[in-house]
């Protein structure tokens, strides 16, 4: 890689770090080509993004940026997973995790917040945006169909009792 593919490399991952939600900092060493593979697929399903980078260009690409302080987590052969929606790269990282051993999530950011390998986990265990907003309809969706049954009700009492008068006489 020359000296402008490095340049170009460093100011893409700059834009990265500046504007996404948030990124997951993972160790790989021991995945096949396959597991990488699948990963990205994965990832890509979920609206994330997986990129390897030399961490020295990362380390260069952080700076002046809000996740700044994750730059001691580049040690090693890292994987930087990243996203707009902030549940979506951690949901990804911390399922992969669960399945493959050699896939270590050693922290990330979310915007100036920096997290651990517990704080991913927790953001993981939270609901998506849409899971989320299915909740939303449905609590919305839920009171005016109690209202319907409400209002209902009485007329539908009314019409067993006549019903049970006309039967009677």
Do not use: W
């Not at 504007?19 to 697929?41: D, F």
């Not at 994965?42 to 993004?49: D, K, L, P, Q, V």
């Not at 380390?59 to 994750?70: C, S």
């Amino acid at each position: 890689m020359d000296r402008a593919q490095k340049e170009k490399l460093v100011a893409t991952l700059h834009d990265i770090f500046a504007n996404k939600a948030v990124c997951v900092v993972a160790h790989y060493k021991g995945l096949s080509v396959k597991q990488m593979t699948e990963l990205r697929r994965n990832s890509t399903a979920a609206g994330a993004t997986v990129k390897v980078a030399k961490n020295r260009l990362v380390k260069l690409a952080l700076k002046g940026t809000d996740m700044e302080g994750i730059a001691d987590l580049f040690v090693g052969q890292t994987v930087i997973t990243y996203a707009d929606d902030v549940i979506a790269a951690p949901k990804v990282a911390a399922a992969f995790a669960k399945n493959n051993e050699d896939f270590v999530i050693l922290g990330g950011a979310m915007g100036t917040t920096i997290l651990d390998e517990n704080g991913v986990k927790a953001l993981a265990a939270l609901p998506s945006l849409n899971e989320l907003r299915g909740k939303l309809v449905g609590l919305i969706n839920a009171p005016a169909t109690k209202i319907a049954g409400v209002l209902a009700a009485p007329g539908a009492q009314l019409a067993r009792v006549i019903g049970a008068y006309a039967d009677k006489g």
